[in-house]
Structures are given as C-alpha cells and as structure tokens.
C-alpha cells in the first residue's frame, strides 16, 4: 500500500495483489473473504484522510508566532467614574469609625392595649338607656357624651340637694337673726349694769330687736327700781311707817332684785347658747347640703352645673342621667342598647388611648440575666407581616411571675402609637440588644462585594476615584457586618451603588486581557 500526499490535499491508492481469476464463477466463501477485504481497506483509507486533514488544517489557521499586547501600567483595582454618572448610578459613601457591635435576640412578643389608658365605662346609678350617641371606632374627647340614661335615683338626688339647698337658706336666716338679738341683748345688759337711766335705754335701744328679752328685763329692772325707792322713802321716813311695812318693802325690794339678777344671768346664758344653737344648726344644715352635692358629684355632675341646680324647672329632664367619656380616646367596644336597664355593674364601653400601647414579649429562663439588665432601658420590635419596621419601646416592667406552662416571663415596654400603625393584639418580634461592646470596624453587609467568592468592598479615593479593598470578615449583627482586615477608621466606603461599580471594573478586566 502506497500514500502521496500533493498541494495539501491527500487522496489513498489502495494496491491490492493481482490474483488471477478463474475461468469459473467463485464459490460463497470466496466472495465473502474478497467483501471483507474491501471494507478493511477502506476504513483504513479514511482513518488517514481524517488525520491528514486536521493536521493541514491546524497548520494553515496557526500563526507562526502569536503577540499579546497588554496596557503598561494598569491597575486592575481602580474605577474612575465621572460625577455625572455617580448620581445616576447612586453612589453613597460612608466614613467607617469603630463602633461596637451589638447583636440582638429576637423573641416572639405582642402588642396589647395600655392598661394606665383603658376605661371600662360603667354608669354610677341604675336606669333605663334613652340615648346611645357614641360609634364603635369613634375618637371622643374627654367629657363628651357617650349614652343617656333615664335614672330614678338621680332624680332624688337633685330633688333632695334642692331642698338641703332650701334648708341651709333658711337656716342662714334664723343664724343672722339670732346673732343680731344675742348682740342687741348683750348691749342691754351693759347699759343695765351701768345704771343706765330708762330713757337714756329707750332711746339706744329702740330700733334693736331683742325680743321678749326687752320686757322681761325692763320690766324687772324697773319694779326693782321702784321697790328700792319706795323702801328708801319708808326708811327716810323715820317711825311714820310701821316697822312691818318697811320691813315688807325692803323684802319686796330684794325679791325684785334677785328675779332682775336671775333675768340678767338668764339672758348672758342664752346670748351664747342662742348663738352656738344657731351656729350648730347652720352648720347641719351646710353638711346636709354638702353630702348632696357629693353625692350629685358622684353622678358625674359639674361644681358648676350644681350651682345651677332647679329640678322643679327641668321638670322630666331632671332624671337624666349622662355617661361621659372619661378621657380621650377611642371606642374599642360598644355594649349600650336603647332601652335596656343597666346598673353601675353593667359595661356600656370600653375607651383606650391607643397613642400609646404596650409591648409585651414573652422572655424564657435562660433570658432571665438579660431581662434583670433591661429596667428602665430600651428593646426595638418589628413585624415584617404587618410591615411595621424596627421601632423602639422603653421597658417600664421587666417582670416577676414565670408562667407555669409556658415557663417564660411577660416583659412589659412602651411604645408611641401617634401613627396608629400598632393594633393590639398584633404578633411582633422584640429584639434584646446583646454581644460585645468593643469598638470594631463595620460596614453594612450591603457595601461587601464578592467576586470569585472573595469578599471586597469599594473605597473612595478621589472625586472620582474608586479602589477595590479585598476585607477579611468577621461576626455579623443585623445589617453590619465586622471587618477584621482591609479597612482602616476613616475610610469613605461604597455603602450604595457598588454593584455599578463592580461592573465598570469587570469590564475593565475584560477588556485588558
């Protein structure tokens, strides 16, 4: 077998042994052995062709020497990127400084309504409900109206803080008069002791009541007088007048002049004891009145409203009785229906001040150091179902009690609610502020990078300018991340738009390889 290769193009010449043939047809078995022959053959022939063609063929597309220019001087780390296309890009940087890193544990909690700004709205007397003017939901202010109530009770007791009203004016009265006679009657009896004569008395005191005092007294003094005069004129008489009418008058004198005496201390008596009578009196009478307006008070009335107090002129409207709000808030619940009989037992609404809430998360056994730490400090709570971002409670309980079930403890925050995005009742998670305190160096986990699974970050150098910096990482708390090695305090990082500037500095690689 012969193979000429020419132009570089190779065609076999197969050669086979010259055999004479017979004269005769060949039998089967000599045809099959020539057949076999023949395909053996040409396999052979193509198995060459095909090596022969490659072979030419790399030899014509290879260049005989191959030359690879690179750019002198270029940095692979940098990415220069105008101010123009900062902007559109979004780039955001950030001077790194160490701060500690503060991990948090989360723990299931929930919100609930503010027990210091709930109001279970009760009414103070029993009655019948005429009016229901507040809405489930509606916002009300302090002292609006809630319900009416058409109560009995109330009724007497405006009717009977009238008449303690009547009473302590009359009693007022009798109080004044009498202080008036006492003081006119104590004047009397000084001009009496000192021998005032009857005309001069007369005259001071005819305009001053006494009363019946003036007569008892004036006529005493006045027959004591006379008795005295007529005995000094028997005396003066000498033996004209028998000895037993002298001695008649002058214990008829005597006898006047102890009822004038007996009258004299009778009157002092009853000028105090008439006062403080009245004054005693008065003074019930003030009490009567005070107990029914505290009583009236107690209904919910105003000092203001009981001033004006006249349930003869409101007639029926007198017993109605009205259920206000204590404080603003809003109505959570609504249980008052028209017409039917309450008492101060009977719920008619539930009031809360949702503008703060309550916080409360569920703290487990092994948690119980980092609850004792957390008095009077803050926690952060979220809820990514109802789309509640990260919002901070301050702690006012850290709790006492371990729930005999569940074996956890109910720590109890306050939160702001001014938005009314927390509803009571909602699932949040509260996250409790723990790990090292240690100033490291940290960077959002949004700025890291990775390319060929190295982590980097991008560094502002320049107006312009930006250095790749490969960074060593260490823990991660929330959204930071620590970097052990890469970054020193002070460098600007890429904390937005890196992704921009991977791409320019891909493309950058790209091209120059």
């Excluded at 052979?44 to 290879?62: D, P, W, Y």
């Excluded at 005092?213 to 028997?234: E, P």
């Excluded at 017993?319 to 609504?334: H, R």
Aim: aromatic share 4%.
């Amino acid at each position: 077998m012969s193979v000429s290769v020419a132009n570089q193009s190779v065609m076999p010449t197969v050669s086979l042994p010259s055999t004479p043939l017979p004269s005769h047809q060949p039998s089967r078995a000599g045809r099959v052995l020539v057949g076999i022959a023949l395909v053996a053959a040409g396999a052979i022939a193509g198995v060459i062709s095909t090596r022969l063609f490659l072979a030419s063929h790399s030899a014509t597309e290879m260049p005989s020497s191959v030359s690879v220019e690179k750019e002198p001087d270029r940095d692979e780390g940098l990415v220069r990127l105008d101010e123009a296309r900062q902007s559109a890009a979004g780039i955001g940087t950030v001077a790194i400084t160490p701060e500690p890193l503060l991990a948090k544990t989360w723990r299931t909690g929930r919100v609930a309504l503010h027990d210091d700004r709930l109001a279970h709205v009760c009414p103070p007397a029993e009655g019948v409900v005429r009016e229901v003017s507040a809405r489930l939901g509606q916002s009300v202010a302090a002292g609006d109206v809630l319900a009416v109530i058409d109560s009995r009770e109330l009724g007497q007791a405006k009717l009977d803080a009238y008449k303690a009203r009547m009473a302590l004016t009359a009693e007022r009265e009798v109080a004044a008069r009498t202080k008036t006679t006492m003081a006119n009657a104590d004047e009397l009896l000084k001009l009496l002791v000192a021998e005032t004569p009857l005309a001069e008395i007369e005259k001071r005191m005819t305009d001053k009541p006494i009363g019946d005092w003036r007569q008892q007294l004036l006529g005493a003094y006045t027959r004591w007088n006379q008795l005295k005069v007529q005995a000094s004129s028997q005396k003066a008489a000498g033996g004209a007048v028998a000895e037993s009418i002298l001695r008649k008058s002058e214990a008829d004198a005597e006898a006047a002049g102890a009822t004038y005496t007996a009258l004299v201390e009778e009157l002092r008596f009853q000028v105090k004891n008439q006062v403080r009578q009245a004054d005693l009196k008065l003074r019930d009478a003030e009490t009567t009145l005070d107990i029914a307006h505290a009583k009236l008070l107690l209904f919910g009335l105003s000092a203001a409203a009981l001033e004006k107090l006249d349930p003869i002129a409101e007639g029926a409207t007198t017993s109605q009785l009205f259920v206000k709000a204590p404080f603003a808030g809003t109505v959570v619940e609504k249980h008052a229906v028209r017409s039917e009989r309450v008492g101060p037992q009977t719920q008619l609404f539930v009031i809360a001040d949702l503008s703060r809430v309550w916080v409360q998360a569920d703290v487990f056994e092994a948690d119980l150091p980092l609850a004792r730490s957390l008095k009077e400090q803050s926690v952060v709570f979220r809820s990514a179902v109802a789309g509640v971002p990260e919002r901070v409670a301050k702690v006012v309980y850290a709790g006492d009690l371990i729930d005999k079930s569940s074996r956890s403890l109910t720590l109890t925050a306050e939160a702001d609610n001014t938005d009314r995005q927390l509803k009571p009742g909602l699932f949040v998670e509260v996250g409790f502020d723990t790990g090292d305190r240690t100033a490291v160096l940290q960077v959002p986990v949004a700025a890291v990078l990775r390319h060929e699974n190295k982590p980097f970050v991008f560094v502002q150098t320049g107006e312009d300018l930006f250095r790749r910096a490969d960074v060593a990482l260490g823990r991660s708390a929330g959204d930071k991340v620590e970097v052990t090695a890469g970054l020193k305090a002070g460098d600007r990082v890429v904390v937005r738009g890196g992704f921009v500037l991977k791409s320019e500095l891909l493309k950058d690689q790209m091209a120059g390889e």
